[in-house]
T-cell receptor, first 115, second 114 residues
């Protein structure tokens, strides 16, 4: 079974600074997808960024980018120019490339932005 | 376009009762999946439905069940509630199944079991 580990329960960063959230995963599959989701307080979870395992190039979405190291099974999220609206729980998630929409989530990292 | 709608948003039940939660996916989305979120266990996959068929099921007891209707709306049911069933239940929809398409989540139904 696949597992996802986020070793940082909480992180904080000054507004406008850069922060990196860590995620490692374990799988025996060669083809899969990795995601970062953001869950603001009392609001719904939204997709931040997605990475296909077969792509070597790291995904980027505006201020959000990932460092995908397939051999090391590592998938970190970098947030540049942090904004107050980035404060949320961030979840790393894994999905097999075979069929179902089953996501395996990490335990989450609570990100605080200090003004 | 309306997002994923979950009802009720909050509910309180007592042990032994049963509960039904509803999820209306985004219009045109045919895949619906359910997740349980608790402080201790985190986010855990319950089941996924596509075209009224259960495609996958997580590691939950048989007290947890679900179904999907022809209009893609889905319901999940928990019978003989236990204190440990207290959780935020999240529904997510996507356009199709079997692809890494984006999952759109609802705001959840927060269940408290007393």
């Amino acid at each position: 079974a696949q597992t996802v580990t986020q070793s940082q329960p909480e992180m904080s960063v000054q507004e406008a600074e850069t922060v990196t959230l860590s995620c490692t995963y374990d799988t025996s599959e060669s083809d899969y997808y990795l995601f970062w989701y953001k869950q603001p307080p009392s609001r719904q979870m939204i997709l931040v960024i997605r990475q296909e395992a077969y792509k070597q190039q790291n995904a980027t979405e505006n201020r959000f980018s990932v460092n995908f190291q397939k051999a090391a099974k590592s998938f970190s999220l970098k947030i540049s120019d942090s904004q107050l609206g980035d404060a949320a729980m961030y979840f790393c998630a894994y999905r097999s490339a075979e069929g179902a929409q089953k996501l395996v989530f990490g335990q989450g990292t609570r990100l605080t932005i200090n003004p | 376009k309306a997002g994923v709608t979950q009802t009720p948003r909050y509910l309180i039940k007592t042990r032994g009762q049963q509960v039904t939660l509803s999820c209306s996916p985004i219009s045109g989305h045919r895949s619906v999946s359910w997740y349980q979120q608790t402080p201790g266990q985190g986010l855990q996959f319950l089941f996924e439905y596509f075209s009224e068929t259960q495609r996958n099921k997580g590691n939950f007891p048989g007290r947890f069940s679900g179904r999907q209707f022809s209009n893609s709306r889905s319901e999940m049911n928990v019978s003989t509630l236990e204190l440990g069933d207290s959780a935020l239940y999240l529904c997510a929809s996507s356009l199709v199944a079997g692809e890494a398409g984006e999952l759109f989540f609802g705001e959840g139904s927060r269940l408290t079991v007393l």
